[in-house]
């Protein structure tokens, strides 16, 4: 009695034979790669979206003026507006 070997080369053949046969299409198959990199690509995007909305935000610096407009009137600052000691 003789064992049947299965062909590994085959299984692609028997996988797409048990298809519809519009599925074999080569526009079909090109299409639904293009639809599964969309849909990771959106779910890519959307991971970002709710990275940023769930960032945790820095405090904000507070701005100070670069000079003291009356700095040059008061003998206790310097000319770039800092209190003298």
Avoid at 20 to 40: E, T, Y
């Amino acid at each position: 009695m003789k064992t049947e070997m299965k062909n590994p080369w085959n299984s692609v053949a028997d996988e797409n034979a048990s298809k519809p046969q519009w599925m074999n299409h080569p526009v079909v198959r090109i299409l639904s790669k293009v639809f599964m990199l969309a849909v990771f690509g959106i779910f890519i995007l959307m991971w970002q979206v709710l990275e940023n909305v769930f960032k945790s935000e820095e405090e904000p610096i507070e701005e100070k003026p670069l000079y003291n407009e009356g700095a040059y009137l008061d003998p206790d600052y310097d000319d770039d507006g800092v209190k003298r000691w």
